[in-house]
Nanobody, 125 residues
Framework: VQLQASGGGLVQAGESLRLSCVASVRTFSGYTMSWFRQAPGKEREFVAGIFRSGGSISYADSVKGRFTISKDNAKKTVYLQMNSLYSEDTAVYYC???????????????????WGRGTQVTVSS
């Protein structure tokens, strides 16, 4: 499985970005797809995820109401629309895929088997 993330960049506070992650998997709908981020000197943290069965969606409290995760099964792509960006959102953003995960573990990085390389998001204040 390969994941290719894109869409990062440098924006000012209050602006928006949309990240995309294309997954080279056979049955895209059978995977849980999530976004994590890691800022310098900090641990990797969960941002948002779509669970494989039924598409339950989960967000970190810090992004709820500002970020929206979605996916296109035909394009095997998961998106992260990020609005009203803060400087605190500056990080490398990673997409991750899990084939065997329970919903309660969606926020746990070790639950995911595959990771993309990451895309840098920098928000200037």
């Amino acid at each position: 499985v390969q994941l290719q993330a894109s869409g990062g960049g440098l924006v000012q506070a209050g602006e928006s970005l949309r990240l995309s992650c294309v997954a080279s998997v056979r049955t895209f709908s059978g995977y849980t797809m999530s976004w994590f981020r890691q800022a310098p000197g900090k641990e990797r943290e969960f941002v948002a995820g779509i669970f494989r069965s039924g598409g339950s969606i989960s967000y970190a409290d810090s992004v709820k109401g500002r970020f929206t995760i979605s996916k296109d099964n035909a394009k095997k792509t998961v998106y992260l629309q990020m609005n009203s960006l803060y400087s605190e959102d500056t990080a490398v953003y990673y997409c991750a895929v899990a084939s065997r995960i329970i919903l309660s573990s969606i926020r746990v990085p070790s639950s995911y088997e595959y990771w993309g390389r990451g895309t840098q998001v920098t928000v200037s204040s």
